[in-house]
């Protein structure tokens, strides 16, 4: 941390030293020794390929304003001095904190365009980012040829260095490697090369079939500039990528920028204290369910889970260090307990470990809040009034389920927040193609009970809207069956999902231009353990390393008798705790906490959209102005205090080396005010 602190204020200086020695930095008359503003936004030069789309989506989902030019757009502006620099109250101006190109030279060595960037960047010291370079001496390397190796970097493991875990990448453990998916497929190519005087390593890995180390990433210092050279090729879903996206931005901006990123990790665990409906591996389809032919359900053994299962959660979470959010149906286990005797191991249990969990609401008995569903046909439909009006469950019986459900809570004394509804099927909300509407009943409900956040499927609607005075918190949903309770089950139904129909399988597969089918059907017995879970857990810490706060949801099931959600969890979490250092910890918030956070996002970039935020930092201050009332996002060093009318006081919270807030101006202020170490 303090690395970083004293890079900055080097940064910091080397500026202001430009701006004293470079007339062009000045406007005629001014002072020239006065310190530059360097406003906190950053250019992108874009030729189209995907390390540069990569870097500007991180810059994006951090929340760091940025200006696009397009190389492939003839009417594109010019790089020229006055493009890039200009006064201010007779003060000099840098308009881009930081320079991401494409490669060393985009607009051609010796070009104009260059020329005028390469002066800019020496004259208020800004950093540049080379999304995707080859090893050459113009970036610090030595060729390949002359002791480095070019090829394939898939399932090669690359290491932090030295000199990077003390710097911008120090957020990770050591050593990753690079993704290997599909074995037939280059999916990552590079440059591995040594470095010349001048280039500092921070990423490298051992020369394939030669001795040494060589860089994919370091700092290349020459000519009054710097450079981060990465020689390997990315997009913005590749793990190797999204591991060092945090540290690329840092280096960018110098560890000083508007916006703010955070790994977390949320599970709902749906239909708690109901039971769940099982998969039928013969008739393919799910007994009860309307479209099952044949199967009503009668005679079937539904999936519960157990005292053991209960009492084995609790003391999952306990050894992991982790909290699911049990989002549980009070009435539906009511009813079991009256069909079983009049008791329920499983409710007395998780109840009597109810301070472990969080609990949100999922209505008492689980219906169908959107429209009355008619099932006299496959797919059901919406039932009509008699004026040909579609019919929707009323304002009262939604009411009246999340209010019932809330009041057994209180009354046992589980910690549930009113603020927080998932509904059945995530029913209500609009349910395409048969309901294209909202129940218009559900807003009205959700006022009368005190929800504001209520959960909806993040592959229907990823975006958060309005849902009369509440909002949607978009939730991942898992490929963790919730009709299966063991292996062979999941492999099973997954089987018939992601098969063609020559290979027995439905062939939903083929039909779907977004899908694809398994080359062969998975052997039930291991399918689950070899490919369901290492898949599911890579996608689950994709949207982690993505900075995604949406929570996933899988359901009560899931931890029954096989207890399939657990080996998911446990990747997810052993993978990312084994990638990153104790200072960038998983934070696993709750739902409104989430709904939060993407609430302020949205209105974050809806801000930036509408040019409505100032930003920039004079030496050691840092000034942002924005709409009155918005949430600031900014990063900053350790060290860093908010400055108040009278004094100051400690910025922010630590992460990964930094610190970081949503943040407003103090009381009786217009514009918030940081001052740096």
Not at 47 to 75: E, R
Not at 76 to 91: M, Y
Not at 205 to 220: A, D, K
Not at 511 to 526: G, H, K
Request: charged share 20%; glycine share 10%.
């Amino acid at each position: 941390m303090a690395q970083r602190a004293r890079g900055w204020r080097n940064t910091a200086a080397a500026m202001t030293a430009a701006g004293m020695i470079t007339a062009g930095a000045t406007a005629p008359g001014a002072a020239a020794a006065e310190t530059p503003r360097i406003d906190l936004k950053v250019l992108v030069v874009d030729n189209g390929d995907s390390p540069v789309k990569a870097v500007t989506a991180q810059l994006k989902s951090t929340g760091i304003p940025y200006t696009t030019i397009d190389l492939n757009d003839s009417g594109r502006p010019k790089i020229t001095e006055s493009f890039l620099s200009d006064t201010v109250s007779g003060r000099p101006r840098a308009k881009y904190q930081g320079v991401v190109l494409p490669n060393e030279a985009p607009f051609g060595a010796g070009s104009a365009e260059q020329t005028a960037l390469e002066t800019y960047e020496r004259t208020y010291g800004i950093p540049q980012v080379d999304a995707y370079t080859w090893a050459h001496p113009e970036v610090g390397l030595d060729y390949t040829s002359e002791g480095g190796w070019a090829g394939t970097l898939d399932g090669r493991e690359a290491t932090v260095t030295a000199a990077g875990k003390s710097g911008w990448f120090g957020y990770l453990d050591g050593a990753f490697r690079f993704e290997d998916n599909a074995p037939a497929v280059q999916e990552s190519y590079g440059y591995v090369a040594r470095p010349r005087p001048g280039f500092t390593s921070y990423v490298d890995l051992p020369v394939p079939g030669g001795t040494g180390r060589g860089s994919l990433v370091g700092e290349y210092a020459h000519d009054g500039r710097r450079e981060l050279v990465v020689t390997f090729a990315y997009n913005n879903n590749q793990q190797q990528f999204r591991l060092l996206a945090r540290g690329i931005v840092e280096w960018l901006t110098q560890g000083v920028h508007l916006g703010r990123t955070r790994n977390s990790f949320a599970v709902h665990v749906d239909d708690v204290f109901a039971p769940d409906s099982r998969w039928d591996t013969e008739r393919n389809c799910t007994p009860g369910d309307f479209d099952c032919a044949g199967g009503d359900g009668e005679g079937t053994t539904p999936i519960r889970m157990t005292a053991d299962d209960a009492a084995y959660a609790a003391q999952w979470q306990r050894e992991h260090g982790f909290t699911m959010d049990m989002v549980f149906n009070a009435g539906s286990g009511e009813e079991w307990k009256t069909e079983h005797g009049g008791t329920d191991a499983l409710t007395a249990r998780l109840l009597a470990d109810k301070a472990q969990y969080r609990w949100v609401n999922h209505t008492y008995t689980h219906p169908f809040l959107g429209c009355v569903q008619d099932t006299s046909g496959v797919p059901w439909s919406c039932a009509k009034n008699a004026d040909g009006s579609t019919r929707y469950m009323s304002r009262a019986e939604i009411a009246a389920q999340i209010r019932d459900n809330h009041n057994w809570a209180v009354n046992k004394g589980l910690p549930v927040d009113r603020a927080e509804l998932v509904t059945g099927e995530h029913s209500g909300l609009k349910t395409l193609p048969q309901q294209p509407n909202d129940n218009p009943n559900l807003a009205g409900a959700l006022a009368d009970t005190g929800v504001k956040w209520i959960a909806s499927d993040n592959s229907r609607e990823p975006e958060q809207r309005a849902v009369g005075n509440a909002l949607t918190v978009p939730r991942h949903p898992m490929n963790v069956y919730y009709n299966v309770g063991t292996a062979a089950e999941m492999a099973d139904e997954y089987n018939w999902v992601y098969t063609s129909r020559g290979d027995g399988g439905s062939g939903v597969c083929e039909d779907n231009p977004t899908s694809t089918c398994l080359d062969e059907p998975l052997d039930v017995t291991t399918g689950y353990a070899g490919h369901i879970v290492p898949q599911e857990a890579r996608i689950a810490l994709g949207h982690v390393l993505a900075g995604d706060p949406r929570p996933h949801y899988a359901h009560q099931s899931n931890l029954a008798e096989d207890r399939l959600l657990y080996p998911v969890m446990e990747k997810v979490l052993a993978d990312y705790r084994a990638l990153f250092t104790d200072n960038a910890p998983l934070e696993n918030p709750r739902q409104s906490a989430i709904g939060t956070e993407v609430q302020r996002r949205a209105a974050w970039q809806s801000a930036l959209a509408d040019n409505r935020v100032t930003a920039y930092r004079i030496g050691g201050t840092v000034t942002v102005t924005a709409p009155s009332g918005t949430q600031i996002p900014v990063t900053a060093p350790e060290g860093t205090k908010k400055q108040l009318v009278l004094g100051t006081t400690a910025f922010g919270t630590p992460y990964a080396g930094a610190r970081s807030a949503w943040t407003t101006p103090a009381a009786l202020q217009s514009a918030l005010t940081l001052k740096l170490p």
